[in-house]
């Protein structure tokens, strides 16, 4: 009983920080798919999403709801910006030059934000602080469960708004054949800049519900990394990919940090995306539909 | 054809695919109403001046004036705001919506909720393959109801002026004859004006009014369809016909007479 309490407790933790790889991976993902292109810079919106709640809740003092949901909107919009004045220049470049182009993004964005914020770490109090759970004699940490069902109502939100919404389905549309879009009268450009835009909500949201388990600070970015590997787990390219991807990492690190020797934990992510791309080179969740001629 | 009248005006137009020259020079019109196609080999640059038409490839010279407003240059969404919509060739529907979807993308522009469902139905009617298949996702149709759907999306678009581009591409003969009569009655029936560009010259002069020859980025010839139809060179090179010389043997050698 002790032991299945003590693996449930596991397995939320790690459910919990793979929900934040997943929502971050779920970035990587909107944006590949729209623009092909891989947004490296996603860790760091994350870490400003995060500051610029920290600055509207604990700075300003504005209620907790008020300030996260200002601090989502404040960071869409950064995105949107940011596609519309910088990276809509880089489209039909060669890959190489996006990758460097979002890599330096975030070196500026991790100075700025050391510049603005300071290097210290910062964190909020969040009605999830230091509170518990209880579910069936199992005591879990209610700022872990207020990831795992902020993410799961995120998910939902974006699945109806992707499948019932106008807009949504323009999104998809934009993303499976730009040229085709464009001949239905969509204005492609400014679609794929409201992308970018729900990814960096998406990444801040994630800011927002990491900041009770873990400080901001400058370098939290490198969650990108593992984020990276759970992308690339769910088969780059699928959205319920992303999110079982980051899951799954999530699950697995937690648990190799309490079942094997110390250090094993950092490596884990990358030897499970090592075992996939060996045994399912395409990813779990692989989308292939060939083209009819 | 007075100029006043027509609803497209291609007027010289030149466009370039970085330093190669795609269209040299062309100048066609479709008049309200109409059906006018572009036949011409691989490669003649038919698609090109679709493009071109459409906003996809801006000309280097000339002008595109449709309604006495020059749209050279416009990008495409803005193109078909004012009215035409554009079937590309190889049918580049989105593969993982439904066919229902598709249509509902097509008619994206669109603010008027009830014209919408209504011209949903007409599709629907002229192709009920589609209504039988709308729930399925469009990338497992068969090309044929690709073809359909393709049309049928343009077509929600509530266009003044369609572009279809190669509409046989890949169909059977049977489906080809099918699609064509359909193209016919969208053009009859809701007076749309149509640019029809073909390989198929058959099946295209039959269905237009009038057509322009177009070789190597040049109009060569240009006339109705049913004088195109009877002269020798189009028979020859288009139609395939084959005509026998005074020594019962067909001249190999023969050369286009535009040339």
């Known amino acids: ?293 | 054809m007075s100029a006043t009248e027509a609803l497209l005006r291609v007027a010289n137009i030149e466009t370039y695919y970085g330093p190669i020259q795609a269209i040299r020079g062309v100048t066609l019109d479709v008049n309200q109403g109409q059906i006018v196609t572009v036949l011409g080999a691989n490669g003649a640059g038919k698609t090109t001046i679709l493009k071109t038409i459409s906003g996809v490839m801006d000309p280097e010279r000339g002008q595109v004036v449709f309604e006495g407003k020059n749209i050279a240059g416009m990008k495409p969404d803005r193109v078909m705001r004012e009215g035409i919509c554009h079937s590309p060739e190889g049918r580049e529907v989105f593969p993982f919506l439904t066919v229902h979807e598709n249509l509902v993308m097509g008619a994206y522009s669109r603010h008027d909720k009830d014209e919408v469902a209504h011209d949903l139905e007409a599709c629907f009617g002229y192709f009920p393959r589609l209504k039988e298949r709308a729930h399925q996702r469009a990338g497992l149709l068969s090309g044929g109801e690709q073809q359909m759907l393709a049309i049928s999306r343009a077509l929600m678009g509530k266009p003044k002026l369609l572009l279809l581009d190669e509409p046989s591409l890949g169909l059977s003969p049977i489906l080809v004859t099918q699609i064509f009569d359909i193209v016919k009655r969208i053009n009859r029936e809701r007076g749309v004006s149509i640019l029809l560009v073909e390989q198929n010259a058959h099946i295209a002069l039959k269905t237009a009014d009038y057509g322009y020859v177009i070789e190597v980025g040049r109009i060569v010839m240009e006339d109705e369809c049913v004088r195109l139809m009877e002269k020798d060179d189009i028979k020859e090179f288009y139609l395939g016909q084959k005509e026998a010389g005074v020594r019962g043997r067909r001249r190999w050698k023969r050369k286009k007479l535009w040339r």
């Open chain 1, 1 to 293: 009983m002790e032991d299945a309490a003590r693996l449930l407790q596991l397995v939320v933790n790690g459910a919990a920080s793979g929900c934040i790889y997943g929502l971050i991976a779920l970035g990587f993902v909107l944006i590949y798919k729209a623009t092909e292109m891989i947004n490296f810079a996603q860790g760091d919106i994350l870490m400003l999403g995060g500051f610029v709640a920290f600055t509207l809740i604990a700075t300003w003092g504005l209620n907790y709801w008020l300030g996260a949901f200002l601090a989502v909107v404040i960071t869409a919009a950064f995105g949107f910006a940011l596609d519309a004045l910088v990276l809509r220049r880089v489209i039909g470049q060669p890959q190489f030059a996006v990758v460097m182009l979002t890599l330096g993004l975030g070196f500026i964005f991790r100075a700025f934000a050391g510049i603005v914020w300071g290097y210290d770490s910062v964190g909020f109090e969040t009605p999830f602080t230091n509170r518990t759970v209880r579910l069936g004699g199992v005591v879990l940490g209610q700022d872990n469960v207020s990831i795992i069902v902020g993410t799961v109502i995120l998910c939902l939100v974006l699945y109806l708004f992707f499948n019932r919404t106008r807009l949504g389905i323009a999104m998809q549309a934009s993303s499976q054949n730009q040229l085709a879009a464009y001949y239905m009268g969509i204005p492609v450009r400014t679609i794929f800049s409201l992308i970018w835009a729900i990814s960096a909500g998406v990444a801040a949201v994630a800011g927002i519900l990491l900041s009770p388990v873990s400080m901001i600070d400058v370098n939290m970015g490198f969650l990108g990394i593992k984020a990276f590997a759970a992308a690339v787990l769910g088969g780059f390219g699928s959205i319920p990919g992303a999110l079982v991807g980051g899951v799954i990492v999530g699950i697995v690190e937690q648990l190799a940090g309490y079942y094997l020797p110390p250090g094993s934990q950092d490596v884990t992510s990358n030897v499970v995306l090592l075992a996939v791309l060996i045994l399912r080179p395409e990813g779990l969740f692989a989308q292939n539909i060939r083209k009819r001629v």
